[in-house]
């Protein structure tokens, strides 16, 4: 069975600074993404950043990007240039690269972005 | 184009009762997933459908139980509403061709009194 782990249940940055929020996972699958998601206090979940296990190249998306390490199983999420509404709780997500699979989250970890 | 929808957005029951949510998924979508949120649990799958068919079920009992209509658009039916169904349900679409991104809707908060 696959599992996600986030170790960091809360951190706080302030607005500007850059963060790191880490995640690692276990599979002994070959075929499958890696998702962060982000879910504000109005409880929307949304896309942050998807990463497909086959691209060695890390996933970039505007200030977020990924350090993707396959053979260590760990996918962090670094936020650059932090802003207030960067505030919410993220989780990290793994779904099998198979169709109809169900994503996988781990405990989420809360990020508050501070003036 | 519109996100996914799930109506209703909040609802109040009592135990014993049941209870229907709806979820219409981007248009173009025909795959629909559906997760339950908790404090103590975290994000659980419950079901996929797409066509109008489930292909995969998470560990959730027979009381909670689902179905895809040709529009693609996806009901969830919760009977003899527990204390413990008090959650956040979550429903989440994504396209046949990039099946593996799901983009979730706003949400239901169910409350079981």
């Known amino acids: 069975a696959q599992t996600v782990t986030q170790s960091q249940p809360e951190m706080s940055v302030q607005e500007a600074e850059t963060v790191t929020l880490s995640c690692t996972y276990d599979t002994s699958e070959s075929n499958y993404y890696l998702f962060w998601y982000k879910q504000p206090p109005s409880r929307q979940m949304i896309l942050v950043i998807r990463?497909?296990?086959?691209?060695?190249q890390n996933a970039t998306e505007n200030r977020f990007s990924v350090n993707f390490q396959k053979a260590a199983k760990s996918f962090s999420l670094k936020i650059s240039d932090s802003q207030l509404g960067d505030t919410a709780m993220y989780f990290c997500a793994f779904m099998r690269g198979q169709a109809g699979t169900a994503l996988i989250f781990g405990k989420g970890t809360t990020l508050s972005v501070s003036s | 184009k519109a996100g996914v929808t799930q109506t209703p957005r909040y609802l109040i029951k009592t135990r014993g009762q049941q209870v229907t949510l709806s979820c219409s998924p981007i248009?173009?979508?025909?795959?629909v997933s559906w997760y339950q949120q908790t404090p103590g649990q975290g994000l659980q799958f419950l079901f996929e459908?797409?066509?109008?068919?489930?292909?995969n079920k998470g560990n959730f009992p027979g009381r909670f139980s689902g179905r895809q209509f040709s529009n693609s658009r996806s009901e969830m039916n919760v009977s003899t509403l527990e204390l413990g169904d008090s959650a956040l349900y979550l429903c989440?679409?994504?396209?046949?061709?990039?099946?593996?991104?799901?983009?979730f809707g706003p949400g239901t908060r169910l409350l079981v009194l």
């Open positions: 248009s173009g979508h025909r795959s």
């Open positions: 989440a679409s994504s396209t046949h061709r990039d099946q593996e991104t799901q983009y």
């Open positions: 990463q497909e296990a086959y691209k060695q």
């Open positions: 459908y797409f066509s109008e068919t489930q292909r």
